[in-house]
């Protein structure tokens, strides 16, 4: 199978793959990524953590009821 091009938006599946995905049930979902350095998440939660602990700054927190 031919090395697809990462900065291409929708790279195009070959016909033999697109067969090969019918033949075993796989299917295709785009994902998004989120960067914060040298790191890579699929959960934004999960970037932000990292920012602030990398950063030290004080996490974002709800106002507590009276």
Excluded: C
């Excluded at 090395?3 to 793959?17: F, Q, S």
């Amino acid at each position: 199978m031919p090395k697809a091009d990462r900065k291409e938006i929708n790279p195009a599946i070959n016909p033999e793959a697109a067969e090969a995905m019918a033949k075993y049930g796989i299917t295709r979902v785009p994902v998004d990524y989120f960067h914060y350095k040298e790191f890579r998440y699929t959960n934004l939660d999960d970037a932000i953590a990292q920012a602030t602990r990398r950063n030290g700054a004080a996490t974002i927190s709800t106002p507590k009821a009276a």
